[in-house]
């Protein structure tokens, strides 16, 4: 039987909320270490959780020998020094979104890790959703005819938010705002369901309508073309009251298109709707395979991510989405934020590190 990969979890945010169940349902890992700002933070979400090890400082973590994998849950500002200190090490990565707050750092993570040749992947939930898996299969048999255009709406309000928390997730610098944290996703799947963003405009809107930078935006309307020249609207909030939640809407000439989610569970509470000409409304597909209906719906989205990677770990088949597609995502959010400045259409390099 072939040993079971040791897992060390960086953060104890989402860390605990998400990575350490998504890896411990994995039977081929075993979470062995738990790393938080200090020993005490450590030692005490390490007892609760049973495990073994737990460090106050990351660089423990990346030191200790008996780690396979290092899955990473901190601010991206944190973040690319724990990786590229890890590939070092020739540890496998798993890690969060944005990758980091520039694209110098993203692309040395991303050469750092062909350098080392590991697994590596970054967590991007959303096509590992079933209903989701299912709306691509509906795009690529070319159900919807030629694509007209698209929207997304994804308006909710975050606990920070709403309780008027000091944290990164507020504050532009470390990566948080809504931009890094919402529409870093709305790319990666805009991206993987429809094709490469040629084009963008974007305005950013910040708490009191103020322009700090040093504050979080609270909310972003973009518009995307893709290469092929369909138009995306994109409107996405986290501080909107009773929000209405995620929806995505996707017309072409012979039929629509929705995925929507008006629950609180970012992960779980897809529905799926298609329509053509021919039937002449939307109808409800029931989609075979999803998820229980209890506990955190990403633990269940990441684990299968997780799936994935340890594949690539054991069959040396790289998979996605990895550093690469975080890379990718990150030059998107450059072009958003050079968008927001000037005032005007940006082009999206295609340039790889």
């Not at 945010?13 to 994995?26: I, K, N, S, T, Y």
């Not at 660089?59 to 396979?68: T, Y």
């Not at 938010?161 to 504050?171: A, H, I, V």
């Not at 039929?255 to 298609?274: I, S």
Request: aromatic content about 8%; some cysteine.
């Amino acid at each position: 039987m072939t040993r079971r990969l040791q897992v060390g979890v960086v953060g104890i945010g989402f860390g605990q909320a998400v990575l350490v169940p998504a890896f411990q349902a994995e039977a081929r890992c075993v979470v062995k270490a738990l790393c938080a700002s200090s020993p005490e933070r450590a030692q005490a979400v390490a007892s609760r959780l049973r495990i073994p090890r737990a460090y106050g400082d990351w660089r423990e973590a990346v030191a200790d020998p008996d780690l396979d994998i290092l899955a990473i849950a901190t601010p991206p500002s944190l973040q690319p020094a724990i990786v590229l200190a890890a590939l070092a090490q020739g540890k496998h990565i798993f890690c969060e979104k944005p990758l980091a707050t520039t694209l110098q750092d993203a692309a040395e993570t991303v050469t750092a890790a062909r350098r080392a040749k590991v697994a590596h992947m970054v967590d991007f939930q959303f096509p590992a959703i079933e209903e989701w898996q299912r709306a691509k299969s509906l795009l690529d048999s070319g159900s919807l005819g030629s694509l007209r255009h698209a929207l997304v709406s994804w308006q909710v309000e975050t606990q920070v938010n709403r309780l008027g928390l000091d944290s990164w997730k507020s504050r532009r610098e470390e990566g948080g705002g809504t931009l890094n944290l919402f529409v870093s996703h709305t790319f990666h799947y805009l991206e993987w369901l429809l094709g490469p963003i040629q084009r963008l405009s974007a305005r950013l809107f910040f708490p009191g309508h103020t322009a700090a930078r040093q504050q979080g935006d609270t909310l972003a309307h973009l518009c995307l073309l893709l290469e092929d020249g369909t138009p995306i609207s994109v409107s996405v909030s986290s501080d909107a009251v009773l929000g209405s939640g995620h929806r995505l809407e996707i017309y072409g000439d012979r039929g629509a298109l929705v995925l929507e989610n008006p629950t609180k569970d970012y992960a779980r509470g897809f529905r799926l709707l298609h329509g053509t000409r021919d039937n002449g409304y939307l109808e409800l597909l029931p989609v075979a395979g999803v998820e229980p209906g209890e506990g955190d719906g990403r633990i269940f989205a990441v684990k299968h991510l997780v799936e994935r990677f340890v594949n690539w770990i054991q069959q040396g088949i790289p998979a996605n989405p990895n550093l690469e597609d975080g890379y990718r995502v990150q030059c998107l959010l450059e072009a958003a934020n050079s968008a927001h400045a000037t005032g005007s259409w940006v082009e999206v390099s295609r340039e790889w590190p």
